[in-house]
Structure formats: structure tokens, C-alpha cells
């Protein structure tokens, strides 16, 4: 639930589309910008991603 609240406020509603087209092809940089450089509260600030070890690029 906390997800789709912050998907509305932060992606789908944040500001106006000129078409749902244009809001579509918006997603895929706010899904990145939400799961890569976006704190969590959860996380202590941490991304998401930070706590993924086999992400590309990430191999230890």
C-alpha cells in the first residue's frame, strides 16, 4: 500500500501529462530513480538497490 501511495504522489500525479502515453514513458526513469538514488526510510537512505548484491556491475 505504501508503494502504490508514493507511485501516485511521486509518478502518476506529480505533474501534468499531456497524454497517459506520455505518463507510461515516464515510468520506467521514476522506477529507476525509485529503486537506485531514492532513500527509503526502511533502509536508513539507502536505495533499494544497495541492498541487491547481484545487480550488473555488482559481482563480488
Known amino acids: ?3 502504490n501511495r508514493t507511485m ?3 509518478w502518476a500525479y506529480a505533474r501534468p501529462y499531456a497524454s497517459e502515453a506520455e505518463r ?4 520506467a526513469d521514476w ?3 525509485y529503486n ?3 532513500g527509503h526510510t ?4 539507502q536505495p ?3 541492498r541487491v548484491t547481484n ?3 555488482q559481482y563480488t
Not at 42 to 45: A, E, I, Y
Open 1 to 3: 500500500e505504501r508503494y
Open 8 to 10: 501516485l504522489d511521486e
Open 24 to 27: 507510461v514513458a515516464a515510468f
Open 31 to 33: 522506477l529507476h530513480h
Open 36 to 38: 537506485h538514488h531514492r
Open 42 to 45: 526502511s533502509l536508513n537512505g
Open 48 to 50: 533499494p538497490a544497495s
Open 55 to 57: 545487480l550488473s556491475g
